[in-house]
């Protein structure tokens, strides 16, 4: 065919090229050379769609729901004293979980009412709420997230908590459709009440409850719940504890929140009308500060013996059961702090101190004071700490030579200084000179005495040569028996002196040993773990029976009250009871001791002194003993008898074993020949005691060899001043009774404490007690087992007899609440919802 030239028809224009942007369209004109062909419109609607649905289905089938964050199932552990009040907490987040079940159903409903009213129609997400806050981020408006309950849980549990990016934002929602697929409503639900932060370190209803209103969460009320609930979005900053402008958002917040519920029908509008804003309690941010660091730092060792980890502790949400009676570590607190460390006669502020007490039947530890405040010092001088017990270690020796056949009737020279056939510091090294105590130049001498008498002064040359005799292994093995451990023992002969460092926590469990007459218990402070209901763990060692035999065990008490009655620890006398016990010193007194007991505790008091390297120092005398030496005898047995005055009010006077001192014995054991030094057996009798303590002039009269003998009489002096003191500056026989007049002070009128105040009402106690001549005065504090307004305790006891017009102590019961004020005495205002020589 011929190549046809041009069309006469249409006329030849050069052929336009298609542009990516094809816009104003050819061949139209105005508005519509702007507007897309519908074929584009489809077009990119199905491609936008399918990419929509490509990416979801990627989403859907790459992500599936993680683990738990590992704190999700956290648990706060608490611990209790043994009468059932909270010592303190272990947590690595303050969380208790719940079931939907052990709360009140208010507390779901109004979370649904503030934050998701759909959320039992939607199946995690809510996509009008997306379009909704997308119009509003897009607008300009306030940027909102749209996040359904499901998406909030899923934020809380399953990944870093405030994530905002849109990336975030989907991922979420994938995930939230995911969970919703494998867990119920109610999983969800329960889930977010538990997981949910609230502020105050507080994570979950249950946590947050005992946070702001201290009560559990099974306790709360709807109004309390919604002012909870209302705070969700920012309870770091509506917390109504941070002023005016928070407590306005928060009660605005609240309101809210009740409107909710009511529109729900959740409420009625007359609960709705009638409630009244909480007033959440003071808070008061977890502490370790004063005694609870120690105690549960004692608490979290123990438990590491019985394979429960502090891991466990911090997140297992425990319930840790302890023997500590919390009035008596009160009382070790008190005793403690009447070491002054500032102003004239201070003590070192590297003094450390230590009082121990265990109850011999089992060996539980009922009070332990290492240190002032945990917080400012790790370091517990009661169980870190290691000092030499001195004389202390001298009744493990007695026992062993009773063991041996020796009897308390024995003969011994008690002369110093001595050198005694056999007597080495060191095995296998050459014999040494040993003194005794006392302010003679070489110690004083006691000339021949039997070992009750040895005993009670303390007698260093008698015990060398009874340590001679059964050997030093002897002493060891009776230590290791009564409870000090091996590697706080030696087998040298100068064991008997107490050379080897022990802990104060170890020596107290060796006297509780002496104190149960030879049944031996392990030390403990925990007698259960409980996780819900059940068990985890629980304190099941069965005393040991036998250690030591009754008649080896009453001879050795009977021995050691002589030290209170007639020798160094004559203090305890003050306590009114049967006491045994041995006061301790050391070279140079570096350490002093009293270690004690009634037949149902026994309690160690100690203190040493360190250098700032960490060695030892001579104990720096404080208080009243400023201008002699820190003794056994002098603040430790002084402390002991004030601790266990308070302990031991209201507990039954128990008698020791019966034992017949035995008749003296014919002659004198065998003894080495006394050394060319050898005094004779007078002693002069101290001056300057008058206007004295009678504490310090019992302790210098005994450290003399001689027995006070007191006589109370009335005078303007004040009670325990020292009037007059026998034979003052003479010389006399040592072991000689002297007469020492004390001062009751001014003589008054009495009057009785009433009984049967103790459970009565708080009106009813002030009236008994002022019309017995007496002033009350009241202490709340809370309590969580006693009716609000309820007496609880009472200071001096009931029917104690106490000067007319005295103060009398009423401990009222306060209930679940706090004092916000600070005052303990105010009125409560919370919603009705814490040494080798071994001197004596």
């Known amino acids: 065919m011929a190549n046809r030239g041009p069309s006469p028809i249409w006329p030849q224009t050069p052929r336009r090229r298609r542009a990516v942007w094809n816009y104003p369209r050819p061949y139209r004109t105005g508005i519509r050379a702007w507007i897309p062909s519908w074929r584009v419109v489809v077009g990119t609607a199905l491609t936008g769609l399918s990419l929509v649905v490509g990416v979801f289905t990627a989403g859907w089938i790459g992500w599936s729901v993680p683990e738990e964050n590992t704190e999700i199932g956290s648990e706060t552990t608490t611990v209790y004293y043994e009468n059932g009040q909270v010592m303190g907490k272990f947590a690595a987040v303050d969380r208790t979980i719940r079931s939907l079940d052990e709360l009140p159903p208010y507390v779901g409903q109004a979370v649904v009412a503030s934050e998701d009213q759909n959320f039992e129609n939607h199946m995690g997400v809510d ?502 030496s820190l003794t056994g005898g002098t603040w430790p047995v002084w402390a002991w008898t004030e601790y266990m005055k308070t302990v031991t009010e209201g507990m039954e006077v128990e008698e020791f074993p019966a034992y017949e001192p035995p008749a003296p014995s014919p002659s004198p054991s065998p003894t080495p020949s006394p050394s060319p030094s050898e005094k004779n057996d007078k002693v002069m009798v101290p001056t300057g005691l008058v206007g004295q303590q009678i504490t310090t002039a019992m302790a210098t009269l005994a450290g003399a060899g001689l027995n006070a003998v007191l006589v109370e009489v009335e005078s303007e002096q004040g009670a325990g001043i020292v009037l007059s003191v026998e034979n003052e500056g003479r010389e006399v026989k040592v072991g000689s009774d002297i007469r020492v007049e004390v001062s009751t002070g001014p003589g008054e009128e009495s009057a009785t404490v009433p009984g049967g105040l103790v459970g009565g009402d708080e009106n009813n106690a002030r009236r008994e007690i002022q019309r017995a001549g007496l002033e009350p005065v009241i202490q709340y504090q809370p309590s969580d087992d006693v009716e609000q307004g309820i007496v609880m305790d009472v200071n001096p006891d009931e029917g104690a007899a106490v000067p007319a017009g005295s103060q009398v102590q009423v401990i009222v019961s306060a209930g679940p609440g706090v004092f916000p004020t600070g005052d303990p005495t105010a009125t409560p205002t919370g919603n009705g919802n814490g040494n080798g020589s071994g001197s004596p």
């Not at 994570?203 to 099974?218: C, S, T």
């Not at 003590?347 to 400012?376: C, F, H, M, Q, W």
């Not at 059940?534 to 002589?562: C, N």
Request: aromatic share 8%; glycine share 10%.
């Open 127 to 628: 996509p009008l709420g997306m379009v909704r806050a997308l119009v509003s981020n897009v607008t300009g408006g306030t940027r909102q997230g749209a996040s359904t309950l499901t998406q909030q849980y899923v934020e809380n549990t399953y990944y870093q908590a405030g994530q905002s990016s849109y990336a975030d934002k989907f991922r979420e929602i994938i995930l939230a459709l995911k969970v919703e697929d494998q867990k119920t409503k109610d999983e969800i639900l329960e889930g977010y009440v538990n997981t949910i932060y609230l502020g105050r370190g507080a994570y979950g209803f249950e946590a947050a409850a005992k946070a702001y209103f201290n009560k559990p969460a099974a306790k709360l009320t709807v109004s309390e719940t919604a002012m909870l609930v209302g705070i969700i979005p920012s309870p770091s900053y509506w917390d109504p504890r941070f002023g005016k402008e928070s407590r306005a958002v928060a009660e605005e917040k609240w309101g809210r929140v009740l409107r909710n519920m009511a529109d729900l029908g959740v409420i009625t509008q007359e609960e709705r009308n009638s409630a009244t804003f909480p007033e959440p309690i003071k808070y008061q941010p977890p502490s370790r500060a004063g005694q609870v660091g120690y105690l549960l730092e004692e608490v979290r060792k123990e438990l590491a013996e019985f394979d429960i980890t502090e891991d466990d502790l911090m997140k297992n949400g425990y319930e840790i059961r302890t023997t500590i009676n919390p009035k008596w570590q009160k009382a070790a607190v008190a005793a403690a702090d009447t070491i002054p460390y500032k102003g004239e006669n201070a003590a070192s502020k590297n003094l450390g101190v230590s009082i121990v007490s265990v109850d011999p039947k089992d060996g539980s530890i009922r009070a332990l004071y290492g240190g002032k405040n945990y917080e400012k010092v790790q370091f517990n001088a009661a169980t870190d700490g290691k000092a030499q017990p001195g004389s202390t270690f001298k009744p493990f020796t007695l026992i062993g030579a009773l063991e041996e056949g020796h009897e308390l009737n024995e003969y011994y020279t008690g002369n110093s200084p001595m050198q005694i056939p056999g007597w080495t510091a060191v095995a296998g090294g050459p014999e040494v000179e040993l003194t005794n105590f006392g302010t003679e130049e070489g110690g004083q001498s006691f000339g021949d005495i039997d070992l009750i008498d040895a005993t009670a002064n303390s007698v260093n040359t008698v015990y060398a040569q009874l340590n001679v005799a059964i050997g030093a292994k002897k002493s060891q093995d009776v230590a290791i028996r009564a409870g000090i451990p091996k590697e706080s023992t030696n087998a040298e002969l100068s064991n008997v002196l107490g050379t080897e460092p022990v802990r104060a926590v170890d020596l107290a469990g060796a006297y509780a040993t002496l104190a149960a007459q030879g049944t031996r218990s392990e030390t403990h402070m925990v007698t259960s773990v409980k996780k819900g209901e059940t068990l985890i763990h629980e304190w099941t060692r069965v005393p040991e029976s036998g250690v030591f035999k009754p008649d080896v065990m009453a001879k050795a008490t009977y021995a050691l009250t002589q030290v209170v009655e007639k020798g160094s620890g004559a203090p305890a006398q003050e306590l009114g009871r049967p006491v045994a016990g041995k006061t301790g010193s050391t070279n140079g007194n570096k350490s002093a001791w009293f270690a004690g007991y009634v037949p149902q505790l026994a309690t160690v008091v100690g203190v040493y002194q360190t250098t700032p390297d960490g060695g030892q120092a001579s104990i720096t005398p404080f208080g009243e003993w400023a201008g002699g």
